[in-house]
């Protein structure tokens, strides 16, 4: 699912692959997914672009028979190509609009609109789709492939074994959620619901006018986990229900309203409309808005209102039966991370004593007040991302030229929303990406600079153009690892900070390793309280250990952390992995390493989980001419 990168929409249940596709419109942070580059290319070989590397497995035959392993190859591309199709054929309309901007021209039919479907039913049947799947798969032999497709094949393995690792716990599953949930990502994916045709404001319209049932489908989910005794907390339904209010909006003069106003003017330059066509479209978007969409809000909070008292516990996932186990999976399907827990929770703190170690270093250095208050030059956003594009020039490999645009979130909005976000664009329009920054947040306009390094340039922006563009195949093209995205953005994040961007000799240095101390005790925190089992109070120590924070903070910290479990490991852990490739790098070659090698390297695998990253790491490391 692809969009608000860093948080995940929770894709419905029918789904054969369920999140291992990210099929479209719903993903990730709440912390916070070709027309100028050739839309041919998503389906062409990858033609030696600078950073290319052998992926050759080690256990590869010696020299097979060509006709055999070009019929390997051929069969592959077709079994790839064909879960593209199909899995995009039986998406829901948003999910299939947010991927392709034109799905006809891959032979895919549009089909009725819909938002799908998500019930207890849907999800158990994906298990068992994704077995069968499995075993499909299991039928090629990985060393018969090219490069690429052996990097794909790994990749779809490692993702279907991780979502079988969710076979009978489905009741487990948060599609509610206080900032990431559907109800809060659904609106902006509605407002930005793109019209390349006068076929799409009637599917829009369509949408708009479904949200109630979908809700309902939801609603009787929520009611089959509190039967099962897996209801959310009063706290947490609070949450929800604080984030449904917000959409409570003016039938009429809303955001939406606004965003449906600009689109049909778009459209305008393309697609000639009567007055006659203008004026019924606005009169079904108010009555669809006025009809269907509050009254869905309205159902859910009358909902959630009716689960109070019904959560069985208000700490973390442990203290459910199953409840650990569920933690385990969520770790490896989101963040997608290569260690286990106990192996993430030493490299979290690793991570953190070496900040630590480094800070004091600097602060000894440069005790001025100007390393921690220090501010960046540059506050407009359009010129920070122009000015992160010139200063990334030589240490990340060039990507296409490609447009995008900067929204704000709606003032009404700025308390359910994260501090900024990226949508993704469609796989084969590249140029339609689009960046919101919410004002509504404290720190928003001293830590813009590397807030759009993270969504922008060279984060998620950035990666999405280059992995989608080098993509042999339409599957290769949307498959998505949230770890990997956010690993990535949390990256380049910190090494924005010590770009020539104003501030002295020491600060920007200062600044990142703070954040990167800050995520590791976060994530730290996130396992003490949904494996290890931390009380409220477990939880508040270990915080002033190593924070100043009033007892308010505390608390949200705590809550956040609940609603939202390994959501922080996503951007701690998947930091931590491609921090330590890269050192290990470093220290392996030496003079020959090359920070652009490196970056190129990672990028052309594409966001692949870490299990998989590391093992063609590995590869890479071992044939480099300076290992």
Partial sequence: MYTLQACPYRKNGQSRLRYVLYLAAFVCFLLLFLTGCRRERLIQPHDGETGAFCLASESSREHPEEAVQTQAQAAFQQFTEQIFREELSAASTLDLHYTLAYPERFGIEAGTPTLGSYSLTGLIEASAAAEDLKEQLEEFDPSLLSPKQQVLYDTLKESLNTTLMAKGLELYEQPLAPTIGTQAQLPILLSEYAFYSREDVDDYLALIEETDEYFRQLLVFENQKAEAGLAPSDSSIDGIIASCESYLIDPENNFLTETFETRLAELESSVPLTQEEKDGCRMRHAAAIRDHFIPAYQLLIDG?????????????????????????????????????????????????????????????????????????????????????KQQMTGRFPEIPDCTYEIRYVPQYLEETLSPAFYLTAPADNLNRNIIYINNGYSDSTDSLYTTLAHEGFPGHLYQTVYSRFHAESPLAAILSCSGANEGWATYVENLACQFDNGLPEGAGQYRACLRSFSLCAYGLLDIGIHYDGWSKEQAAQFIQTWFQAEESVTDEIWQTILDAPANYLEYAG????????????????????????????????????????????????????GA
């Fill in 304 to 388: 959630m209102n009716s689960l109070k008292g019904k959560g069985i516990q208000d700490g973390g996932l442990c203290g459910l039966k199953d409840g650990r186990q569920y933690y385990e999976y969520l770790v490896k399907s989101g963040p997608g991370l290569s260690y286990s827990i106990p192996e993430l929770k030493k490299a979290l703190a690793e991570k953190m004593e070496k900040d630590l170690e480094t800070l004091g270093r600097l602060f000894e250095e440069n005790p001025s007040p100007d390393v921690m208050d220090a501010a960046f030059s540059l506050a407009d956003p359009q010129m920070i991302l122009e000015d992160l």
């Fill in 574 to 625: 998947g930091y931590v992995e491609l921090m330590e490739m890269r050192e290990e790098a470093e220290q392996r070659l030496g003079d020959d390493f090359s920070e652009k090698e490196f970056h190129t390297f990672y990028l052309d695998l594409g966001p692949v989980p870490f299990s998989v990253a590391r093992k063609y790491f590995s590869l890479w490391l071992s044939q480099h001419p």
